[in-house]
């Protein structure tokens, strides 16, 4: 599939060969109503739009800094009205779009994200097949979004316009230049789906989201000249796109209706039996709202150290047990995004807890409002906690750093999947974080490693998300960046992660973030260029995955002849227990070669002949248990000669620390440097020689420190040592490979 979902099929009649490029994906519609300052609506080097407009309240009623934040080029009006009964919305409004590139713009792409529930032939229901995180759309759960009414000044646009699925094309009268400004009008009708996927209705309860038409990104690129609408299919394992601005938005409701939305309450009105409520929400890319009678408010503050942050949580009567819990998630996650990224802007965060049969708007994350889970769970589940930290993070990663959730997914779930583990970390410091039941200590950076071994190889993680394999998304998305956030940490160290995601937050606020600004900032922030790591975690498939292929000790002799320097190399079984063939043999034979041959080199004077005797033979196993008991005591006088042979079985190069654990308790640590590996990419063996040593070699572990949470497979880091290792060896990896296919069972 090309960037382009639609092809030309989109494309309006005029300026065909101009419609759509390489990749379409984006939103940013939302009304704005004539209402508002300019200096509210536009940055200080934008144009205000034509025209004249009046001020609300104040310069930022709904920030706790000093505004605009944004380039504010995408800003609404909206007045909307929720028929409870049919489960529809009638909404209407006012659109002022700003053209912030250097190319004018002659038609415009509009988001339809209603008309992915509209059928089973629509591009999110066949490709999700109607279901989302296990929630189902049931039997007539349809829903859909009708525009009948679309103007700019007194053109009528809605007969030129083509609608394709979730996506419509709208040319314009004229084109729009380099910060000019158009204004658009429209009216439509939603009928919401049954809530199986972030929006829709269950029962009284009503998650109005994707609700009204929203513009697509105009995205010229760094060049100034690869223009074209980012505005892709509403696919089945995406989010959302879109560009910011000012929220001004009317809601009515039956009286009696408790609502909770995007930004602040600025107005309230009656008009018999309806309930007016008006929301005022500043740089912002998107606008949701949540109702339900039955709903019971609750309201916090968080430390005056913060600004006073004004909390209010939505939850259902039977699931108030649950409150302590989803606010103390939520105030994790609030604390910890601070203390890394910096203020939180908005005066407010409010959490919906949906109804049990409404789910499916669960879990999700919209500017300034979020929803989590209301289901009962034993305390030692910390779900509930971490769903509400994990959808405040995105308050972060994806509405104060707009990135592209459909091309670049990772940059949003998957950093924002990382905070949430330190955020759970403030919480649970024990390092219990996903769960502490009995026996069973599981941190997040344990499920997500079982998640990321179910996809190992299948996709990197530069990869669009409509384009993953079937099935990976989560795992690709949210775990596979997580692991690789934190072993980037644990080779950074904590300070250094800190200050290069910090870097990132700062440069990149109210932006568009790519790849490139990341990695660049991430290097900024390191001191150190980043790039050999992500051109291959975020550009490949390779995996990483070090064992410990071989581990032996025996007794130093004193060098007499061919005893101590063999003329050629000893037995490839003594040096690999594990059947190897091919140039690698060969390879680990001329290492052999080496590594006797400058043993040879100190030789002693001694014995001048292979001593083989057969009486021989047997006096060194009688006095070999004596001996290992001088040797631990240390009054022994033997030394031994000791050998370690690592193997590198992934393609990820990483530096990694070798241990090696003597019977006298004492420890040697050996490194594989990056500088090794990338010298040598071909080679994947390291021999490490530990000769007279005054103690045998009882253990070699790979990573001892768990630095590479990317390995592949851990039950191959560690080797016990024995006199002759293959038969226990094969006993080991027998075991090895029952937990391996077993935890390969579970993640997948």
């Known amino acids: 599939m090309s960037a382009c979902d639609l092809g030309s099929t989109l494309r309006p009649p005029r300026r065909r060969n101009v419609f759509f490029g390489t990749t379409l994906l984006g939103l940013a519609l939302g009304l704005w109503g004539t209402m508002q300052p300019a200096s509210l609506l536009y940055a200080q080097s934008a144009a205000p739009p034509s025209a004249p407009v ?10 706790r800094v000093q505004g605009p934040l944004s380039p504010r080029n995408a800003s609404y009006r909206l007045s909307a009205s929720l028929d409870p009964a049919t489960h529809t919305v009638k909404g209407k409004g006012t659109l002022v779009w700003r053209n912030l590139e250097r190319q004018p713009v002659d038609h415009m792409v509009l988001h339809l994200y209603q008309n992915g529930f509209k059928n089973f032939a629509s591009t999110y229901v066949r490709e999700a097949g109607a279901q989302l995180r296990g929630t189902k759309m049931p039997k007539g759960g349809f829903g859909a979004i009708d525009v009948t009414a679309l103007r700019s000044g007194s053109h009528d646009l809605l007969a030129s316009s083509t609608v394709v699925d979730s996506l419509m094309a709208v040319p314009l009268p004229n084109p729009v230049g380099p910060s000019a400004t158009i204004e658009l009008t429209f009216e439509w009708t939603v009928r919401l789906p049954h809530a199986f996927a972030r929006s829709g209705w269950a029962q009284d309860f009503h998650a109005v989201s994707q609700w009204f038409p929203k513009i697509g990104v105009w995205d010229c690129g760094t060049s100034g000249s690869d223009c074209k609408w980012r505005a892709h ?8 796109f879109a560009d910011y601005g000012v929220y001004d938005v009317e809601m009515s409701v039956p009286t009696g209706q408790v609502l909770g939305a995007t930004g602040v309450k600025v107005g309230e009105r009656i008009e018999g039996d309806r309930t007016i409520y008006r929301y005022l929400a500043e740089d912002v890319h998107d606008f949701a709202w949540f109702t339900d009678p039955k709903f019971v408010e609750v309201k916090d503050r968080i430390d005056d150290e913060f600004g006073g942050v004004e909390v209010r949580l939505l939850t259902r009567a039977g699931d108030q047990d649950n409150t302590p819990r989803n606010l103390a998630g939520l105030r994790a996650g609030l604390l910890e995004a601070e203390r890394r990224f910096g203020v939180y802007p908005y005066r407010n965060v409010t959490v919906v807890i949906p109804p049990r049969d409404g789910s499916g708007a669960g879990g999700m994350e919209y500017p300034t409002i979020i929803t989590g889970i209301g289901a009962p769970l034993p305390s030692g589940l910390h779900f509930s906690e971490n769903t509400v930290a994990h959808e ?3 308050q972060y990663f994806y509405h104060l750093l707009g990135s592209d959730e459909v091309e670049e997914a990772w940059l949003d779930e998957g950093l924002n999947q990382t905070f949430t583990s330190w955020a759970m970390e403030r919480l649970y410091p024990t390092g219990c974080t996903f769960a502490r039941l009995p026996y069973l200590c599981l941190a997040d950076a344990d499920t997500d490693w079982l998640a990321y071994r179910s996809v190992a190889r299948r996709a990197a993680l530069s990869t669009p998300s409509y384009k993953l394999p079937r099935g990976s998304y989560g795992a690709v998305t949210y775990s596979q960046t997580a692991i690789t956030m934190r072993t980037l940490e644990r080779y950074l ?8 995601m910090r870097r990132y937050t700062d440069r990149n606020r109210f932006r568009h973030p790519r790849k490139a600004d990341f990695v660049s900032a991430m290097s900024d922030g390191a001191g150190e260029d980043l790039s050999w790591y992500f051109d291959q975690t975020l550009n490949t498939t390779r995996v990483a995955d070090f064992e410990i292929s071989s581990a032996t000790t025996e007794e130093h ?12 190399p000893l037995p490839r079984s003594k040096l690999l227990p594990r059947t190897e063939s091919g140039p690698q043999l060969e390879e680990l034979d001329a290492l052999w070669t080496e590594s006797v041959a400058a043993a040879c080199e100190n030789k002693q004077s001694g014995r001048t002949e292979l001593q083989t005797s057969a009486t021989e033979e047997s006096g060194k196993k009688a006095k070999s248990s004596a001996k290992d008991k001088k040797a631990k005591a240390g009054d022994s006088d033997e030394t031994f000669d000791s050998e370690v042979v690592v193997r590198r079985r992934g393609e990820l190069l990483f ?15 050996k490194n594989w440097t990056l500088a090794e590996q990338q010298a040598e990419p071909e080679n994947r063996y390291k021999v490490l020689r530990f000769l007279r040593r005054p103690a045998r070699l009882e253990r070699a572990e790979v990573d001892p420190g768990h630095q590479l949470l990317l390995d592949e497979k851990r039950l191959n880091n560690g080797l016990l040592v024995s006199a002759d290792p293959r038969p226990v060896r094969r006993l080991w990896l027998s075991w090895e490979g029952a937990l391996q296919t077993l935890l390969d069972w579970v993640a997948f």
Do not use: N
Request: proline share 11%.
């Open 54 to 63: 009046a001020p609300v309240t104040s310069s930022s009623p709904a920030l």
């Open 233 to 240: 299919q509403y696919h089945g394992f995406t989010e959302f």
């Open 392 to 394: 405040f993070g995105h």
């Open 493 to 500: 160290g904590a300070d250094r992660m800190m200050t290069a």
């Open 557 to 568: 002799e004193p060098a007499a002849g061919l005893w101590d320097c063999p003329p050629q």
């Open 655 to 669: 530096p990694v620390t070798i241990k090696a654990t003597f019977a006298d308790g004492s420890t040697v640590l």
